[in-house]
């Protein structure tokens, strides 16, 4: 049964992937000519991220970041490294639409736990092992409560750094391990849809953030029923 599942969902992937950068090619052109006129440096980001069974691979984003940025992996709102087009295609998640790429070759699956830069790995973390024996995908339901990361990055007391190893990633995981525990291939379906449905018609209200932040003062999670 789970391995008619995993067949199922890989189908999926690779037919949905494939589709999905045939459809955004003219969007992906565009967004490279906006990229290339409005700061030096090359259209696509390239970032390791640690992968299924702990391996690493090269994540792809469209770029959003001046060339030569130093500092930690994360980006907050407002974050000076980021060019005006950047902010733009990150505000409509479109900064993400080469990892199409990356779920065509097998490295990602539409739907599961968002991967992580090595940095912030601890392969010793029993969470963390559950993990990374799924493929990492695109969108997850942690991914839909928490759509404003970025926001609650910019608002955190104190080192960012620190904010994101202390609350929120445990957070994060365990909304991943829960997810994993109670995952369906019908139930990945309705995750990518909802995400859709997200992106193409946000919420005016900030409930995720509000949400996220209710969870952050009670260090716990719910994340079984996001939608």
Do not use: C
């Not at 008619?4 to 045939?22: K, M, Q």
């Not at 990150?90 to 779920?103: C, F, G, I, M, S």
């Not at 990602?108 to 969470?127: H, K, N, T």
């Not at 369906?184 to 909802?194: A, E, M, P, R």
């Amino acid at each position: 049964m789970q391995w008619t599942g995993a067949v199922a969902r890989r189908t999926f992937d690779v037919a949905v992937s494939a589709a999905g950068l045939l459809l955004a090619l003219p969007l992906l052109a565009l967004a490279a000519i906006a990229i290339t006129l409005s700061s030096p440096g090359p259209v696509l980001f390239r970032q390791t991220r640690v992968g299924r069974g702990g391996r690493p691979f090269t994540l792809h984003k469209l770029r959003s970041m001046r060339t030569g940025s130093d500092g930690i992996p994360l980006t907050a709102s407002g974050d000076e490294r980021l060019t005006p087009v950047g902010r733009f295609l990150r505000k409509l998640k479109l900064d993400e639409l080469p990892q199409l790429w990356n779920v065509l070759r097998g490295e990602m699956s539409l739907v599961g736990p968002r991967p992580e830069v090595p940095y912030f790995v601890d392969s010793g973390d029993a969470r963390w092992q559950e993990i990374l024996a799924v493929r990492p995908g695109l969108t997850d339901p942690v991914t839909l409560v928490l759509r404003d990361e970025e926001e609650l990055l910019a608002r955190a007391p104190g080192d960012r750094e620190t904010f994101y190893r202390t609350n929120l990633q445990p957070l994060k995981l365990q909304g991943y391990v829960s997810y994993l525990r109670r995952r369906t291939f019908w139930g990945d379906v309705s995750i990518l849809l909802n995400t859709v449905l997200a992106v193409a018609a946000p919420r005016r209200s900030n409930s995720s953030l509000s949400e996220f932040e209710v969870l952050l003062q009670k260090q716990r999670v719910d994340l079984t029923s996001p939608f």
